[in-house]
Structures are given as C-alpha cells and as structure tokens.
Nanobody, 126 residues
Framework: QVQLVESGGGLVQAGGSLRLSCVASGRTFSNNIMGWFRQAPGKEREFVAAVTWSTGVTYYQDSLKGRFTISRDNPKNTVLLQMNSLKPEDTAVYFC???????????????????WGQGTQVTVSS
C-alpha cells in the first residue's frame, strides 16, 4: 500500500509562488505515474499536472503550462509542484495522487489514480 503526504500549501499574494511537496511511502513501485489535482470550493476536482516515475515525462493542464512545473526526485520518492505567478483562481485544495496508466492520454484522468493524499490548502489573495 502507498501512502502520500503533501506539504507546502499556504497563503500567498497574487503573483507569488509556492512549492508543494508530496512524499510517497510504502509500495511506491505499484504506481507508474504521480499527479497533482486540485479542487476549489463548489467545483469539481481538476487535473493540474503529472509526471511518470521512470522517465520523468510530464503532463499539464493546458491552461497551467508555463506557470506550474512538476518534477520528481526518485531517490526521495518525492514529487514537487512549483507554482509561479499565482492567481486568486488558483485557490484550491491540492491533492497528490499515485496512479497507473498505460497510455499518455490517461495521465489527466482521476479514475486512473488509486492512491490520494489528504490534500493541502493553497489560498491566493488578490
């Protein structure tokens, strides 16, 4: 079983930056991809970014490209999400998730992620 623990959320002014961290423990080899999703109040959970463990290939929600960067540190079983030029609309609970995908087209689909962290709150003030 895999456990995921996120950290790094907080309150930041618009235009600022935050870096989220997700540490995986347990049977991490059971997942081949790690993703970040977010959920704002009253909205559905949406895909943010993902990275494959083995090759480091990354995937992003199109609207976030250029501001968000996902990376992984395999020896530390850690996935990072660097968020720059934050906007109030980025305010949400951010979740780290571990999944297994066979095709790249599934990287952004939450149903392929079976392990989720508890989430970390990101609040961007205007």
């Amino acid at each position: 079983q895999v456990q995921l623990v996120e950290s790094g959320g907080g309150l930041v002014q618009a235009g600022g930056s935050l870096r989220l961290s997700c540490v995986a423990s347990g049977r991490t080899f059971s997942n081949n991809i790690m993703g970040w999703f977010r959920q704002a109040p009253g909205k559905e959970r949406e895909f943010v970014a993902a990275v494959t463990w083995s090759t480091g290939v990354t995937y992003y929600q199109d609207s976030l490209k250029g501001r968000f960067t996902i990376s992984r540190d395999n020896p530390k079983n850690t996935v990072l999400l660097q968020m720059n030029s934050l906007k109030p609309e980025d305010t949400a609970v951010y979740f780290c998730a571990g999944g297994t995908v066979k095709t790249t087209s599934n990287a952004g689909l939450s149903r392929y992620y079976g392990v989720w962290g508890q989430g970390t709150q990101v609040t961007v003030s205007s």
